[in-house]
């Protein structure tokens, strides 16, 4: 089953822009996370917000979580041609028997 | 350096047959995922565990099968029950504790002959 629903699908900006994309969830979490997946390739761990928190920031990233709305962003801040690739929220959830679940993700290009 | 190393990159199935894609670490983590991803979706997972010789069935466990015997290895077979076997497959594993992440092997793509 999956939980985070990223918005949007797909996003294209020129290179310098900031990009910003949305996951919403149905359940309680632990945490949120957001990973990269370059074409062809594994996931690569961005950052984790817990449930407890409301905003962390990670380089040029800045997540935000509001669990009111069950809802989170990334904002990736002066893109860059190397950030196309897609990008995956995911929520951790389950105490002892913890497991991922991930949404379908959002296709980030970036143009030169 | 440390990390998870899934093989072979690529695979082919025939009919009937069943095929084993490996995965190794070596982060010492106690817990080890498969996730199958479709073109233009995201991950779903298969089985995971959380401790050697103990695992527990994902959301699509059906036509599938893994083993733990080893902290450092978690082989998944793709049996011939598995009737749309065409996927990308990846492993994952973490260290013990609810917010740690997870870290990703580079995949294996499974096609049908």
Redo the contacts between chains.
């Keep these: 089953?999956?939980q985070?629903e990223e918005d949007p699908q797909a996003l294209s900006i020129q290179e310098g822009e900031n990009a910003t994309m949305n996951c919403s969830y149905k359940t309680s979490i632990?945490?949120l996370?957001w990973?990269r997946q370059n074409s062809?390739?594994?996931?690569?761990?961005l950052i984790?917000i817990?449930s407890n928190e409301r905003e962390k920031h990670s380089g040029r990233l800045r997540v935000t979580l509001d669990t009111s709305k069950k809802s989170s962003s990334l904002l990736i801040t002066a893109s860059r041609a190397a950030d196309t690739a897609s990008y995956?929220c995911?929520t951790?959830s389950g105490?002892?028997?913890?497991?991922?679940?991930?949404?379908?993700?959002t296709l980030l290009t970036v143009n030169p | 350096d440390g990390g998870?190393t899934?093989s072979p990159k690529y695979l082919f199935r025939k009919e009937g047959q069943n095929v084993t894609l490996s995965c190794e670490q070596n982060l010492n983590h106690d817990?080890m995922?498969w996730?199958r991803q479709d073109p233009?979706?995201?991950?779903?997972?298969i089985y995971?565990s959380?401790i050697v010789n103990d695992f527990?069935k994902?959301?699509i466990a059906e036509g599938y099968s893994v083993s733990r015997e080893k902290k450092e290895s978690f082989p998944l077979t793709v049996t011939s029950a598995q009737k749309n076997p065409t996927a990308?497959y990846?492993c994952?594993s973490r260290e013990t504790g609810?917010?740690q992440?997870?870290?990703?092997?580079?995949?294996t793509?499974l096609s049908i002959l």
């Design positions: 089953s999956q985070g632990n945490n996370q990973y062809g390739r594994g996931l690569v761990h984790l817990r995956f995911a951790g105490g002892s028997n913890y497991k991922l679940t991930f949404g379908k993700g | 998870i899934q817990a995922y996730y233009g979706q995201g991950l779903r997972l995971y959380q527990q994902g959301d990308f990846l994952a609810t917010n992440p997870q870290h990703f092997g580079d995949g793509r």
